[in-house]
């Protein structure tokens, strides 16, 4: 189904685990030439190993997404190892910690700005022209529900993912004349981490689609947006959502309810 894909060198950043590594590792069953990022060296060495024993190509770099200078040097080795780029998956993100608005700091600003807003900026600046010279290729971006719709005690990632989308529409306009599709995924509730059943049950029960995604949910938009068959999107977001976000009723998503929050007195 994914020909085009085939020897297609594809880095997915932030893939030690959860989505990203359910997204490399289907690359690699396609047949892409797969490059594993993240911050743990040693998770990005696990995933690579396993696309490999399972028939696929890959290979692990570590970096952290947020500074220049590992980003440049990434880069440097994939092009070494492969003398092109033609999908970058930019999943690299950082959720929490979880902080109402009142005990959120500078620090916790930044590094959730740094990781998941500059991020995909640097790794996007270093593979766009790397495509523009090579004629073309794809970038797709990791947006969320709550780049709309916010949660409660997220207020700087969904300030990031509110950015990421406004980004893959910039990108998109700046890049199309150098055929660089650009475009951006927006997971619902995934479990990445093996919740437990009943907390599986909780928060699936409001989705119309009546669960909770898996990571593995995400992989054929990623591969679909990075193929031919989608050779006339760009600036768009994909939901891949069960319906989450289409319906008026709340989706039981929200980890940190108001009773959580700080009393105006310990302010």
């Not at 770099?61 to 994939?78: E, K, N, P, Q």
């Not at 950082?94 to 005990?103: A, D, I, S």
């Not at 004629?135 to 949660?151: E, F, L, R």
């Not at 709340?250 to 302010?267: H, Q, Y």
Request: one cysteine or more; charged letters at 20%; a negative charge.
């Amino acid at each position: 189904m994914y020909e085009s894909l085939g020897g297609k060198v594809v880095l997915v950043t932030g893939a030690g685990s959860g989505i990203g590594r359910a997204i490399a590792e289907r690359f690699g069953t396609v047949g892409a030439r797969v490059v594993v990022n993240d911050v743990d060296a040693g998770k990005a060495q696990e995933v690579a190993e396993h696309i490999a024993s399972v028939g696929g190509s890959a290979m692990a770099i570590r970096a952290d997404v947020s500074d220049g200078t590992d980003v440049a040097d990434m880069f440097a080795t994939l092009m070494e190892e492969h003398n092109r780029i033609d999908v970058l998956v930019n999943n690299a993100g950082l959720v929490g910690p979880m902080l109402h608005f009142f005990e959120a700091d500078e620090a916790w600003w930044r590094r959730i700005i740094d990781v998941n807003l500059t991020g995909h900026f640097l790794c996007s600046h270093r593979a766009a022209r790397i495509m523009a010279k090579a004629g073309g290729g794809a970038i797709i971006n990791m947006s969320s529900g709550g780049a709309t719709q916010s949660h409660r005690s997220f207020t700087a990632y969904d300030a990031t993912k509110g950015g990421i989308e406004a980004l893959t529409r910039a990108m998109a306009l700046d890049l199309g004349p150098y055929n660089i599709r650009v475009n951006a995924l927006m997971p619902g509730s995934i479990d990445t981490s093996g919740l437990p059943i009943e907390d599986r049950i909780f928060r699936g029960e409001n989705v119309p689609l009546g669960r909770i995604g898996e990571a593995y949910d995400m992989t054929g938009a990623a591969l679909f947006l990075a193929s031919d068959d989608a050779s006339y999107i760009t600036g768009d977001v994909l939901k891949v959502d069960g319906g989450m976000t289409a319906q008026q009723r709340s989706a039981t998503v929200d980890i940190m309810p108001p009773s959580g929050f700080p009393r105006i007195e310990d302010l």
